[in-house]
């Protein structure tokens, strides 16, 4: 079974510029999670949703955040503009049903550096 | 609130000795505790889950983790450990008094195995 998948893989960018991260769930799951990951701040939960819709995005840093969902099948997170503090490794994943015991299931994440 | 402590940023262990890493939780309700595995420049793998069935959990790669209430605890074990077991170990809990479907993950251990 194919699993979370995320693009790109790595990204290197300047400072202002426009990043969008891209993520495809598993098919069937019906939460979907951005994650943030720094060796400071460990994993901090950015935004989910559930079936499509945002539910609670209070770990969105700033306005320079945004994150759609715009079918069960494909997220994105976009940073406009970027900033060196951004630079990261995001991480999405996805989970299936209403259990509060189901696992969630993580991509292998893009590394972004923002020079 | 919900939250995880993870005793140990560093564990080293020789090839073929027990592996204890440790998680202690802090939660107001009966907890879902699970534990992930991070190899580097990868998402994070579920290695197991305690969803209020048996205390004694059993995972994947030979890893089992115990609930254990009254010390409010959900240890990561392995009888004997191996090379490949080299990565970061990370518990989180989720439970219903929390925001929903969130996970609270804890810090993170990174466990290096010595030959």
């Known amino acids: 079974d194919a699993g979370v998948i995320q693009s790109p893989r790595h990204e290197v960018t300047e400072m202002g510029q426009e990043v969008t991260l891209r993520c495809k769930p598993i098919s069937g799951h019906d939460y979907l999670f951005w994650y943030r990951q720094t060796m400071m701040r460990g994993l901090e939960l950015l935004i989910y949703f559930n079936n499509n819709v945002p539910i609670d995005d209070s770990g969105m840093p700033e306005d320079r955040f945004s994150a759609k969902m715009p079918n069960a099948s494909f997220s994105t997170l976009k940073i406009q503009p970027s900033e060196p503090r951004d630079s990261a490794v995001y991480f999405c994943a996805s989970s299936l049903g209403a259990g509060f015991g189901q696992p969630q299931h993580f991509g292998d994440g893009t590394r972004l550096s923002i020079l | 609130a919900q939250s995880v402590t993870q005793l140990g940023s560093h564990v080293s262990v020789s090839e073929g000795a027990l592996v204890l890493l440790r998680c202690n939780y802090s939660?107001?309700?009966?907890?879902?505790l699970f534990w992930y595995v991070q190899y580097p420049n990868q998402g994070l793998q579920l290695l197991l889950k305690?969803?209020?069935?048996?205390?004694l959990v059993k995972g994947i790669n030979g890893f089992e983790a115990e609930f254990k209430k009254s010390e409010t605890s959900f240890h990561l074990t392995k009888p004997s450990a191996h090379m490949s077991d080299a990565a970061e170990y990370f518990c989180?809990?989720?439970?219903?008094?929390?925001?929903?479907?969130?996970?609270?993950f804890g810090s993170g251990t990174q466990l290096t195995v010595l030959p």
């Open positions: 989180a809990v989720s439970d219903l008094g929390g925001s929903a479907r969130q996970l609270t």
């Open positions: 939660s107001s309700v009966p907890p879902y």
């Open positions: 305690y969803t209020s069935a048996a205390t």
